[in-house]
């Protein structure tokens, strides 16, 4: 008897451990898709992959526009700016659109030019690709200007051993380019907000939870960064290529036109740090101007732009359909264009959009 009511008991528990799992896994599977309509609700759009780089088309920046849906209105001229602080320091594209309107050429087409910037300081290569690709899915645009150089030169500083090729040893990348990397890997069940949230949330954890010295950048202080050495090894090129092709890519598959500039710049000859701070070098300084230590050693950084400008120039090359303009030999080097090596005074903005008018003069 007892055996019989051992046996009994065993399989009493057994059949209860088998309710209880099931019960775990109706009340999980019930979470999950609480998860997936509630995020879609308060998403309000199908594509999950917001949730990995959450920003939606007209929203950023500050621009709000109730009208900006996803065809061009007749009568405008929509311009779409993939770059980073050269595109937002002092107000940079509502000036830019206001130059634009005040030309002859938007006069005789009887057009007027809306520019979208989605530009925002230190943000690099990928940050386009990204945005461009997800932010602006369906998006018409008449003109899509794509203008980088700079950042990108940041990552160089880091030891070879260090160095991670979609810049991933930045915490700031070690959060997005994983998750990105997993959409790409699992385009069907990255279509699930839970299971892209549950990514980019455990993307993001590590981050947090890693050692220090894997979520500090080097620091932009000349005097303590330990790697600011490191960038005259460029590290950047294959990167910023890849992600320029990306892009070409994209624009071609939307039948956009893409502009693509070099990037332009300027390092007085006497340039130190301590000049800098000073104030006795040749910029019209402003309170916006930037110490090029901030990317790294100065000629390291001047090593890390020509490199990637000739990257430009080789693949504009070998794509005929982009349009292409030397924006880096276009434009002067002096004071009287930049507030410091990328930023631009008025005079320098003036002669920006001088030379993206002369783009669209050659396509008349």
């Known amino acids: 008897m007892r055996i019989v009511h051992s046996e009994t008991s065993h399989r009493r528990a057994l059949v209860q451990i088998g309710k209880n799992a099931i019960a775990a896994l109706l009340g999980l599977l019930f979470v999950l898709v609480a998860i997936e309509l509630g995020l879609r609700l308060v998403q309000r759009t199908n594509d999950s ?72 300081p230190a943000h690099m290569t990928y940050d386009s690709l990204w945005k461009y690709r997800d932010w602006y899915r369906d998006y018409d645009f008449d003109l899509v200007i794509y ?25 700031y990348f070690a959060q997005y380019a994983p998750a990105f990397a997993w959409v790409e890997r699992h385009p069907i069940l990255s279509r699930s907000f839970a299971a892209t949230f549950t990514v980019a949330a455990l993307c993001r954890a590590r981050v947090r ?44 598959e939307r039948r956009q036109r893409l502009l693509v500039l070099t990037y332009a710049y300027y390092v007085p000859p006497n340039y130190s740090n301590r000049a800098f701070l000073e104030r006795r070098l040749d ?30 120039r080789r693949v504009c090359a070998r794509h005929p359909e982009v349009l292409f303009f030397d924006m880096e030999k276009y434009m002067p080097k002096d004071g009287q264009h930049f507030i410091d090596i990328c930023h631009w005074t008025d005079r320098g903005r003036e002669r920006f959009t001088a030379g993206i008018l002369e783009v669209q003069a050659r396509l008349q």
């Open 49 to 120: 992959r917001r949730l990995v780089y959450p920003k939606v088309a007209n929203d950023i920046n500050g621009f709000r526009d109730r009208h900006f849906g996803r065809r061009v209105p007749a009568g405008q001229f929509r311009i779409l700016l993939l770059g980073a602080s050269a595109f937002v320091t002092r107000h940079f594209a509502p000036a830019f659109e206001q130059l634009l309107n005040g030309s002859g050429w938007f006069h005789e087409s009887g057009k007027r030019a809306r520019v979208i910037s989605t530009g925002v």
């Open 283 to 312: 910029y019209d300084f402003k309170e916006e101007s930037i110490a090029i230590e901030v990317w790294g050693i100065p000629e390291n950084v001047v090593r890390a732009i020509d490199t990637h400008n000739d990257i430009v």
């Open 209 to 252: 939870v890693a050692p220090r010295f894997q979520r500090q950048d080097p620091y932009n202080d000349p005097r303590n960064d330990r790697w600011l050495t490191e960038g005259k090894d460029i590290k950047t090129a294959a990167a910023f290529e890849r992600n320029l092709e990306a892009v070409i890519a994209i624009a071609r």
């Open 147 to 171: 203008y980088h150089g700079i950042n990108d030169a940041r990552a160089n500083c880091y030891p070879p051993d260090v160095f991670r090729d979609d810049y991933s040893m930045m915490p």
